[in-house]
Every structure is written in structure tokens, then in C-alpha cells.
């Protein structure tokens, strides 16, 4: 067969878009489209696959094989050479099909008598669609061109799809973007919320991907390279000297649109007949399928700049900017690949809920999402790419799930969900202002976790007894520049102010291992968990502490001032925190400055190794806050971060538990204050288990006070120590079905 030329395949695409223009149903569009290619190309056979479930690939189009396998022949992923493509998503080219690894012979599509197969995915931004398949008698590989060709039509076929031209009966053949769809991902935020997808940047929407005059369309992606690369080079020159790792990323994304293989490769798209937003998409499409597939951290980075720059020149091209004029719901549900904190605070209280396809549970958007108390869910795989604006959505925070679209039985059943949890709010809204006295007389101090002045509403309506633990990072994290001393003694004041006299403690910053701050150089630390950080950093690095901690002695004026010092490994790390703290209280008084009438220095104890510390240390600390997320990753070696591994320990494991009772056995011998801070101190079951093995003080979000008083004020904690007893005695692995019996009986 003769070499095609790029003209005829420009032919092929005309073609194609002279029959996508016609009228029909989806099927007829489908027919014809196999029809032509086949022609076009002088091969017996065209085929067209597509998705019909996440891994089920249904027949639904063909040239040259039995039409009675049509809608009949299903294939899944990895199955057969078909199969194969849609597993790896790369081209198959042999000219011996039946002797290839992995050929299934489909006996009811009369495919013996044909040798040679070219196959290609249909894909769009990393989302698999379906396969496209040509075949011959003649055993022979098809040719570069040919095999160009095949792809520059997948990609066409892909965004017809996207565009609806494909619809018809049956599950591969459904309009999409209109069946429900359930997401599973992580817990970043606990609660529930119904309402309206708003998307954080709305998906580009390409409406024209064939093109008739190549050179128009060079020249039009010319013109949106040279004003993307100005844009680029004028944010380059704008970046802060110091900020290493934002300059990185601007110099990378000016390396991409200075590439002439990028550039190369669009025009080559072009020619062929792609217009200059599908060959833009086209290359994009091929960034996201590599980086999905690149184990190496720093190339999938990289990856992930050529596709951020390619969206920015898809915005150029089609005018699809972020502001598309779109009226924000009432209700919104943000949906996002991913955020950073000051993008999600800009937002602030009107959304019901956040959604992102990466994210982490300790990411800065999950700590403001839960300063701000909206429901959070990350790692939801691909819903950017299926959501659309004003999708109903339902966000149930506390299993990990996302429903889209959904069936109207599931959104009446978690409304009923919702209804539950209300009605219980207002039951616990009844003994707010009650204590959290246990049924033998035990006082329990609830207070909440806070981090923005905007949590400090909640602190009279939770039923709060203060502020266990104010995290001062986010006012760090949400800017581009390190904050001023006056700036920071103001905004303490305000919480102090808000809080209405009770205690508030200020954990000095906590930055470091998942919260780098973006004027801060990264560094490159094979487990950031466990290396420069917090505490680490700060001592290190004694300017910003030393600000710091002025800030917070000034703007107590005269109160009391509550400061803790976070991730303290060792006694010399207290003793030295400490001692830069005095020596700020002496600078102060030396200068005429009112000084704050008390002040208690404590430790957040969140490595097992500050549990054995010498006993001068829990006699010099004036308290101690259990950090209980990080000391239980540490506890069990189980990155709180890797999904397979942090669900793997329970923690009501005896364990862990008797670990606590040691820290409570040597804080009650030296008559210290300890506290238990982190997300199970918020969940009822664990706080009566914390409670029972002695500790009296529990820091949480303010939505979980409710809870978790209602369960202590009908408990005896007496029992409850009994039955955590009888456990450990017989050797069980963890408390919780024992307890959980037990509170089944008392009820």
C-alpha cells in the first residue's frame, strides 16, 4: 500500500467531519464513521470499542466483522489485543495478531481471516473512552502515517464523544455526563452536605477539532504561544527573588513553551487536519497518560507543569477563561484537581463542601477545610473530568464517598442522613452549657482545635471549654511573604479577644514535612515526616521563632499567654525552646513592655521518645498535649498519608492504649496537666477510651464536642476501664469490640 501523504489524511478528517455534520442517531454516526475510515485507508476492517463500565469494552461499531457481534462482543481490560490497548494505553501494531501475547479469538465476529491489526485508545485528558481498531488480511504492519492517522481520528472520536455525537442505547452508548456516578476517596474533612458542583477550573470545552485551513490555524496557535510565553516570562520576572521553588516551576513552564519538539509536534497535528485546540489537547492528552505511567517523581512534576502550561494555552485559544460568567450556587460543592489554602479561604464558608481528585488528609486545604468545617473528600479519581457545573452532589465526609448525579433513592436516603445528624446537633445544642461529667463523677475538659478567626464563632456555640490548640501556621501558609511581627501580635490579640477569657493555647509554627510554606526554599528530604520540621526548623532557624514568639507576648498585654511548642523529641529541644521564650519575656520587660500576667510553657508530645524523657522533663513542662495523629503514624511505623497502611491500626489496639496509660502514669506522678489533641480525640468512641485509661483533657473540632460529651455524660468510666481490662487480659489485639458490646448493653 503506498505511503499516505499528510493531505489525504486531512482528507480522512474532512471526511469525518462532513459525516459528523449530518443528522442521525449515534449508531448511524458510528456506522459511517467506520465506514470511511476503512475506506480511506483501504483496509477491510474498522472497529470501534468503547467503555460501557470502568473495565467491561463493548463492540459497538464495525467495517469488515460480523454485524450480529455489534452491542454482543464485551472484552475487559487487559483482555485480548483489544483489551491490551485499553490496559496500557499505547498502540498495538503486528502483523501477525493471532501470534501476538495475549490474543483472544472472538470467534462470533469472524476476525480469523484477517492478520494484521493496528489498534489505538480513544482518550481525552487521560480518560479512557474506548479503542479504535484497523485491521487487514494482508500481514503487514501498518505504517507510521497510517498509524498517525488512526491516532489523529481517535482523538477526534474522543471529543465527539465528549460532546454527545456517539449516543444511543446500551451503557457504552449512554450520554455522558448524565448517569450517577459514585467516587471513593479519602477522609480529609468528617460531615455530610448536599448541593451544586462549582468547579474551580472549568473544563475547556473544544467544539471544533477539525480544521480546514492549516495555515489559520498555525497562526492562531502561534499567536497564543507568543502571548503565553510573554505571560510566562512576565510572571518569571515577577517572582519573589527568594522563592526557589515558585521561580523552578516558571523557569520549567518557559522551557515548555520555548520547546520546538512541543511546538513540532502541534503544527504536525495541524497539518494532518486538527485545529489548533484539539493539537493542543492532543499532546496534552499525551502528558497525562505518561504521567500516570512515570515513576520518577521529578519527570511527573514536570509532566504535570506541560499540562498546566497546555491549559493555559487551551484558555488562550478558545477565550474559555476561569471566569466563564457562570452564577456560583447557592449551595456549592467545590470540585478541584487540587487547591492551596488561600484559594480555599477565598472561598471561605459558602461552600457546603470540597472535593479533589489529589489532595492528602494533612494537606493545607484539609486543615483549612476543617478550620472552616466543611466536609473534604481527596483522592476522588477523575471526577473533574466527569463533573460538570450544577451537578447535584452528595459529599459524605464520613465514609470517603461522593455520589454525582445521583439516583434519586440515594439522595432521599442521605437525606436522611443529613436530617439525623441535624436532629442530633440540636440534641446536643441542649447540654452545651453543661459539663462533661461522667456518671462517677469524672470532669472531662472538651475544648476545640482552631486555626483562623474564623473558628473562634464556634467556641460559645460548641460548648467549648477554651482553646486547646490554635495552630499559628496558617497565617504562614496562606501567604506569599513571611507575615510582619505587628500583623501577627494584632491578629493573636483578636483570637485572644475572641475567646472571651478562656485559655487559648498557641502551638508555635508547625511547618515543615506537608506544610511547606511558598516563600520557604523546599527541602529534599527522602521522609519529610521524620526530618526538618516544626520544632527542628525553628531552632535551626531562630528569627522567625524569636518574631514569633514577641508577637504572642505582646499581644497578650498584660493576660494570661498559653504557648506549646510542637513535635519535641527530646528534653534538650524543650529545655532550649523554653529558654529562647524566657529570654523574649526578658527582652520585653527590658523595653517597658506589659508583659502577660501568666504564662505556661508546654510540649505537644507526638514522638514516642518524649515519653521516656527524663523526669526533670515532665516536672519542668507546665503541661503536655498528647498529638495524637502524628504520635500514632510513629507508634505503628504507618505513614498517616498511605491509604494501604494508616486503616491497618486500630486505635483502641491494646497496644497503643497501654503506651497511653504509661504517658498518663508518669504526667499523674509528676503532677503535669496532659491532653490528648487530634481527630480521634473528636470521635466519642475513642475519647471514652482516652478518658478511661485517665486522661481528663481532650482537644477536637468544635462539631465533635456534641458527640463526644453526650457519650461521656452516660458512661462510668469505672466499667469502661473494667471492660478495656478484661480485653487486655485476654490478649486481644484491640479494645473496640469489647467496648463496643459493652455499650450496646448499657445503652
Request: aromatic residues 6%.
Amino acid at each position: 500500500m503506498p505511503e499516505r501523504t499528510e493531505t489525504e489524511s486531512r482528507k480522512l478528517l474532512r471526511r469525518l467531519q462532513a459525516t459528523l455534520a449530518e443528522a442521525g442517531a449515534g449508531q448511524e454516526r458510528l456506522d459511517r464513521i467506520t465506514h470511511i475510515i476503512a475506506d480511506s485507508l483501504g483496509c477491510e476492517v474498522c472497529s470501534i470499542y468503547l467503555f460501557r463500565d470502568a473495565i467491561t469494552l463493548e463492540l459497538c461499531a464495525t467495517e469488515g466483522l460480523a454485524q450480529e457481534a455489534v452491542h454482543v462482543t464485551r472484552l475487559r481490560v487487559g483482555e485480548g489485543l483489544v483489551g491490551r490497548v485499553a490496559s496500557r494505553m499505547r498502540p498495538v501494531n503486528t502483523d501477525n495478531a493471532p501470534a501476538e501475547p495475549g490474543f483472544r479469538y472472538m470467534p462470533e465476529t469472524g476476525e480469523e481471516a484477517f492478520t494484521s491489526f493496528l489498534g489505538v485508545p480513544i482518550q481525552r485528558l487521560g480518560e479512557k473512552l474506548g479503542v479504535l481498531v484497523i485491521q487487514s488480511k494482508e500481514a503487514r504492519s501498518f505504517t507510521d502515517d497510517e498509524l498517525y492517522a488512526i491516532e489523529v481520528v481517535a482523538m477526534v472520536l474522543a471529543e465527539m464523544t465528549e460532546l454527545g455525537a456517539f449516543v444511543g442505547e446500551g451503557e457504552a452508548m449512554s450520554a455522558r455526563h448524565q448517569q450517577s456516578v459514585v467516587f471513593h476517596g479519602g477522609i480529609g474533612q468528617e460531615g455530610a452536605a448536599e448541593g451544586k458542583v462549582w468547579l474551580h477550573e472549568p473544563r475547556v470545552v473544544i467544539t471544533n477539532p477539525i480544521a480546514d485551513d492549516p495555515a489559520e490555524e498555525r497562526k492562531r496557535l502561534n499567536e497564543a504561544v507568543d502571548k503565553l510565553r510573554m505571560s510566562v516570562d512576565q510572571m518569571l520576572s515577577n517572582a519573589p527573588k527568594g522563592d526557589a521553588e515558585q521561580i523552578e516551576v516558571l523557569q520549567a513552564y518557559r522551557m515548555f513553551a520555548n520547546s520546538r519538539g512541543w511546538m513540532r509536534r502541534m503544527e504536525e497535528d495541524i497539518e494532518r487536519g486538527l485545529s489548533a485546540e484539539a493539537a493542543v489537547e492532543k499532546e496534552q492528552s499525551t502528558a497525562r497518560a505518561r504521567m500516570q505511567t512515570v515513576p520518577d517523581a521529578y519527570l511527573r512534576e514536570r509532566l504535570h507543569d506541560l499540562d498546566d502550561l497546555s491549559n493555559r494555552l487551551l484558555r488562550q485559544l478558545t477565550g474559555q477563561g476561569a471566569d466563564t460568567g457562570a452564577q456560583m450556587p447557592d449551595n456549592p460543592v467545590l470540585v478541584a484537581r487540587n487547591i492551596g489554602p488561600a484559594e480555599l479561604l477565598d472561598y471561605g464558608r459558602s461552600l457546603r463542601g470540597v472535593v479533589l481528585e489529589e489532595g492528602s488528609v494533612a494537606s493545607h486545604a484539609a486543615i483549612v477545610a476543617r478550620a472552616l468545617a466543611i466536609p473534604l473528600i481527596v483522592h476522588a479519581g477523575r471526577i473533574t473530568q466527569e463533573a460538570l457545573n450544577g451537578d447535584t452532589i452528595l459529599v459524605d465526609g464520613d465514609a470517603g464517598v461522593v455520589h454525582l448525579r445521583p439516583e434519586e433513592t440515594v439522595a432521599n436516603a442521605f437525606r436522611d442522613k443529613i436530617a439525623m445528624r441535624t436532629a442530633a446537633q440540636e440534641r446536643y445544642a441542649s447540654i452545651r452549657d453543661k459539663p462533661a461529667e461522667t456518671l462517677d463523677g469524672a470532669h472531662i475538659a472538651l475544648t476545640m482545635n482552631a486555626g483562623l478567626m474564623a473558628d473562634l464563632p464556634s467556641l460559645p456555640s460548641s460548648g467549648a471549654e477554651g482553646v486547646g490548640l490554635f495552630r499559628t501556621e496558617l497565617q504562614f501558609l496562606t501567604r506569599s511573604t513571611v507575615p510582619k511581627r505587628g500583623e501577627l501580635a494584632a491578629l493573636y490579640s483578636r483570637v485572644m479577644d475572641a475567646a472571651g477569657g478562656k485559655r487559648v493555647c498557641f502551638r508555635t509554627l508547625d511547618i515543615g514535612s506537608d506544610k511547606v510554606l511558598p516563600y520557604m526554599k523546599p527541602q529534599d528530604e527522602p521522609n519529610p515526616a521524620l526530618g526538618w520540621r516544626a520544632i527542628r526548623l525553628g531552632l535551626d532557624k531562630p528569627g522567625v521563632m524569636r518574631m514569633q514568639l514577641q508577637a504572642l507576648i505582646r499581644a497578650a498585654n498584660g493576660r494570661p499567654l498559653t504557648v506549646m511548642f510542637p513535635f519535641i523529641a527530646q528534653f534538650e529541644e524543650f529545655t532550649a525552646a523554653r529558654d529562647h521564650l524566657l529570654r523574649e519575656l526578658d527582652r520585653e520587660a527590658a523595653l517597658g513592655h506589659p508583659l502577660p500576667e501568666s504564662v505556661e510553657i508546654g510540649a505537644m508530645l507526638e514522638t514516642p521518645s518524649l515519653a521516656f524523657a527524663p523526669r526533670q522533663f515532665f516536672e519542668m513542662a507546665d503541661f503536655i498535649s498528647i498529638g495524637g495523629n502524628d504520635l500514632k503514624q510513629f507508634f505503628f511505623a504507618a505513614d498517616r498519608e498511605n491509604e494501604r497502611v494508616r486503616r491497618r491500626y486500630d486505635t483502641l489496639n491494646v497496644s497503643f492504649l497501654t503506651f497511653l496509660g504509661q504517658i498518663v502514669d508518669r504526667c499523674t506522678d509528676t503532677g503535669t496537666p496532659l491532653s490528648f489533641c487530634g481527630e480521634d480525640a473528636g470521635r466519642p468512641v475513642e475519647a471514652l477510651c482516652f478518658a478511661a485509661m485517665g486522661l481528663r483533657a481532650l482537644s477536637m473540632r468544635p462539631a465533635s464536642i456534641g458527640p463526644v460529651k453526650s457519650l461521656l455524660r452516660r458512661v462510668d468510666l469505672r466499667e469502661a476501664r473494667a471492660v478495656i481490662n478484661e480485653a487486655q487480659a485476654q490478649g486481644a489485639q484491640s479494645v473496640r469490640p469489647a467496648v463496643m458490646e459493652w455499650l450496646k448493653r448499657v445503652g
